[in-house]
T-cell receptor, first 116, second 110 residues
Framework: EAGVAQSPRYKIIEKRQSVAFWCNPI?????LYWYQQILGQGPKLLIQ????????DSQLPKDRFSAERLKGVDSTLKIQPAKLEDSAVYLC??????????????FGAGTRLSVL | GNSVTQMEGPVTLSEEAFLTINCTYT??????LFWYVQYPGEGLQLLLK?????DKGSNKGFEATYRKETTSFHLEKGSVQVSDSAVYFC?????????FGAGTTVTVRA
């Protein structure tokens, strides 16, 4: 079974530039998550999709971050404009359903973003 | 709110040493508890889980027991290998959202 695919693996940009990350979840997984992992911290949920609808985006800085999952499969996360404090690893994860007590959440390898 | 506090690292051990990483939690209900592992350059992988009090999760020689009375889920391994070098995250869910600890970096020397 193929895992969660993310690209690119690394990205370096200057502050105020824009950047986009792509995620392809495990086939058949209805729930998709984007996390931000700052160095030395645990992952923090940015947004959760159930199929192509947003379930939770309470931690997403909506003035600069946006995400979509138009056909309920692939997803993109965009930052525009980037700030220095956005330097982090952006992790995508998916699960069969949103019931995490009974369904494992699978993670991609992440995109490491450096904002200079 | 719900939160996880885990032992700060980094932890450096020699091969075949005993490893313990402490994890305590605060939750408004009865959470499920997890340990995730992140090897260098890879995403997080589920290591083990426990869904109710007194459950013991185990995998790859690692064990953790869900202790409701002490709100803890400490990770243990009796004899570590160099290949166990990674970052370990304790996490909880009350069903729909995972809350992670800050992670503990473990380095095992040959």
């Amino acid at each position: 079974e193929a895992g969660v695919a993310q690209s690119p693996r690394y990205k370096i940009i200057e502050k105020r530039q824009s950047v986009a990350f792509w995620c392809n979840p495990i086939s058949g997984h209805a729930t998709l998550y984007w996390y931000q992992q700052i160095l030395g911290q645990g992952p923090k949920l940015l947004i959760q999709f159930q199929n192509n609808g947003v379930v939770d985006d309470s931690q997403l800085p909506k003035d600069r971050f946006s995400a979509e999952r138009l056909k309920g499969v692939d997803s993109t996360l965009k930052i525009q404009p980037a700030k220095l404090e956005d330097s982090a690893v952006y992790l995508c994860a998916s699960s069969l359903t949103g019931r995490l007590a009974k369904n494992i959440q699978y993670f991609g390898a992440g995109t490491r973003l450096s904002v200079l | 709110g719900n939160s996880v506090t885990q032992m700060e690292g980094p932890v450096t051990l020699s091969e075949e040493a005993f490893l313990t990483i402490n994890c305590t939690y605060t939750a408004t209900g009865y959470p499920s508890l997890f340990w995730y592992v992140q090897y260098p350059g890879e995403g997080l992988q589920l290591l083990l889980k426990a869904t109710k009090a007194d459950d013991k999760g185990s995998n790859k020689g690692f064990e953790a027991t869900y202790r409701k009375e002490t709100t803890s889920f400490h990770l243990e391994k009796g004899s570590v290998q160099v290949s166990d070098s990674a970052v370990y995250f304790c996490a909880l869910t009350l069903d729909y959202k995972l809350s992670f600890g800050a992670g503990t970096t473990v380095t095992v020397r040959a």
